[in-house]
């Protein structure tokens, strides 16, 4: 399995993660009714069995849910070795470097672990803490050996600079800043974050790498809307699914060439970008299997050229 460090000398994980934001969220995932824990622990094992190894959760997650299913999971399978990467929440009354310590702690025992591979700031809000100070205390927990590497998320390219200095000031590299990237969401090769990051060595998690599902192929306008929260994104009426069908025809084609999934084409043109790390959600072992199956090949560039040229719109 092809792995990649996190940031310039930060550990090395797999090219490719699992995102569980589903994993025990009712709020805008149907967790509960139309998956359930037994599916997910079948992803889990299906996701390790591939040789992925990085699982991205958040204290919020199904407020802890995730965090804890995963720490299930680990425990029922102790030799297997797994990364977390998992987020602090920046809450308003969070507001001393102590409540980073104790999140983290909170963490740690919903994962049933003594240290993660990756902590980040799930939002760019400091409110009365500021950045010095949780950054200060991010690179506290570094040195106590809780976190292997610390990074942002959803931070711009001035913010992202910004965290970087100071945690360079405390001898820590920014490994990581978590942005939504996708073949339908690719602002930040416009706004500096991907340039930014590449001059720094910080590496990038692509979040809604599949534009939640969409990239999948299996919506469209013939199709029935997924159930839960999607149902009110634009993306998903009929007149966002007739919008995308183009990109859509191009996947297939693609997929078929390549005798893949249009999933697997959309996640491997992410990492054809460089330097990026995409997280795909999956609810079962099909689409964990199948968003593993991303790596051990490789698009050609005049193929990365046309799914750029047919997204432009999304730029
Ligand atoms: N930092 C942040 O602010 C932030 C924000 C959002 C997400 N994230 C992270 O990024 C991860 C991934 O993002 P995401 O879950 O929003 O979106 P995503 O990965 O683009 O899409 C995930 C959804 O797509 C469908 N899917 C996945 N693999 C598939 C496959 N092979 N074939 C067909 N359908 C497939 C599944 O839903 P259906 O089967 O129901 O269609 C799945 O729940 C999250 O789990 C989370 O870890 C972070």
Request: net charge neutral; proline share 5%.
């Amino acid at each position: 399995m092809t792995t990649v460090t996190l940031g310039p000398n930060g550990p090395a994980v797999s090219a490719l993660g699992i995102g569980t934001w589903a994993w025990g969220d009712k709020l805008f995932w149907s967790y509960g009714k139309e998956y359930d824990s037994t599916a997910l622990q079948e992803a889990f094992k299906a996701a390790l069995a591939a040789g992925i190894t990085l699982f991205d959760t958040a204290e919020i997650y199904g407020f802890g849910e995730s965090e804890r299913l995963l720490g299930q999971f680990m425990q029922q399978m102790p030799q297997q070795p797994v990364q977390i990467a998992t987020k602090y929440f920046p809450l308003p009354w969070r507001f001393t470097g102590d409540a980073v310590a104790d999140a983290l702690t909170a963490s740690l025992k919903r994962l049933q672990l003594p240290s993660i591979t990756l902590y980040q700031v799930h939002w760019p809000f400091d409110f009365f803490m500021g950045q010095t100070t949780l950054m200060n205390a991010l690179a506290d927990e570094v040195q106590q050996g809780r976190i292997q590497s610390v990074g942002v998320s959803n931070y711009s390219a001035e913010q992202m600079q910004r965290a970087h200095e100071q945690l360079a000031a405390r001898g820590v590299p920014l490994a990581v800043n978590q942005v939504q990237y996708s073949l339908l969401a690719r602002q930040i090769e416009s706004n500096g974050v991907l340039k930014t990051a590449q001059d720094l060595g910080i590496t990038i998690l692509a979040y809604s790498p599949l534009a939640q599902g969409l990239l999948s192929g299996k919506y469209t306008a013939e199709t029935a809307a997924p159930s839960g929260a999607r149902r009110l994104d634009p993306r998903f009426s009929r007149s966002g699914l007739e919008k995308l069908a183009p990109v859509i025809q191009v996947l297939w084609s693609l997929a078929e060439q390549y005798e893949r999934t249009p999933a697997q084409v959309a996640l491997n043109w992410l990492i054809a970008q460089g330097n990026v790390i995409p997280i795909p959600g999956a609810k079962n072992a099909d689409q964990a299997r199948q968003n593993a199956g991303a790596l051990g090949w490789t698009l050609a560039p005049e193929d990365v050229e046309r799914l750029a040229q047919v997204t432009q719109a999304w730029q």
